[in-house]
């Protein structure tokens, strides 16, 4: 069970942030940098997104608790919010957005791109935060599991350093279309897991 949990855990994280999906957007906002500040700024945008959902993980089960929200009807709200995001990613709307943003922040001439736009919102951005919540809730009552969640967290903030690192060498491989591909299969991934969410949050009403 853990293991299903874990592997869960590690393609939902894996592709609401999109490590690979963002690699054009950090070479966007990176431009004119040379290797070294490219790297620390990768670096850091991984540690400041990987800290907030570790935050974001250890608060969940108090945070429901807090506003008396059910876990059932969490897990249905966050379904419909990762479909959504799903659905902008299948065609293209998320991609055009976090493209703008990168320009936006580069003509503002941000002092931290790591943490904005890059860490926030763009990694750890709402869908991000409600999927690890979501995970949190499921994991509230094994402490073995919210350890998986954490390290899963930190699994997927260090693959973003790695595709950050290489983010000029990914993009001339993948290339625009192979880009575009693979967004549109991720987002489909994802659309299946928001589903997912929505079908166990209404069993739950159902049985409770």
Same mark, same amino acid.
């Given at each position: ?28 906002? /990176?431009?004119? @940098?040379?290797? &070294? =500040?490219?790297?620390? #700024?990768?670096?850091? *945008?991984?540690? !400041? +997104?990987?800290? %907030? ?78 999927? /690890?919540?979501? @995970?949190?809730? &499921? =994991?509230?009552?094994? #402490?073995?599991?919210? *350890?998986?969640? !954490? +390290?899963?967290? %930190? ?54």
């Amino acid at each position: 069970m853990l293991l299903d949990y874990a592997i869960s855990a590690l393609v939902t994280l894996f592709v609401v942030v999109d490590p690979i999906g963002l690699a054009p957007v950090f070479l966007a906002v /990176t431009e004119g @940098l040379p290797r &070294r =500040a490219r790297r620390n #700024v990768a670096l850091r *945008a991984s540690i !400041i +997104a990987g800290a %907030i959902l570790i935050g974001t993980a250890l608060i969940g089960d108090w945070l429901f608790r807090a506003l008396g929200i059910s876990l059932p009807a969490f897990r249905i709200a966050g379904g419909l919010l990762l479909f959504a995001i799903a659905f902008e990613m299948v065609f293209g709307i998320r991609t055009r957005r976090e493209s703008q943003a990168a320009e936006e922040a580069v003509e503002e001439h941000v002092r931290n791109v790591a943490a904005f736009p890059l860490a926030i919102p763009l990694m750890a951005g709402p869908g991000a935060i409600t999927a /690890t919540v979501l @995970l949190a809730g &499921r =994991a509230a009552e094994h #402490v073995l599991a919210t *350890a998986l969640l !954490i +390290a899963v967290v %930190i699994a997927v903030a260090a693959f973003c350093y790695v595709v950050f690192t290489l983010a000029g060498r990914i993009g001339r491989l993948l290339g625009l279309t192979g880009n575009i591909v693979l967004s549109r299969l991720l987002g489909v991934l994802l659309a299946a897991l928001a589903v997912q969410y929505v079908v166990d949050g209404i069993r739950a009403v159902l049985v409770g």
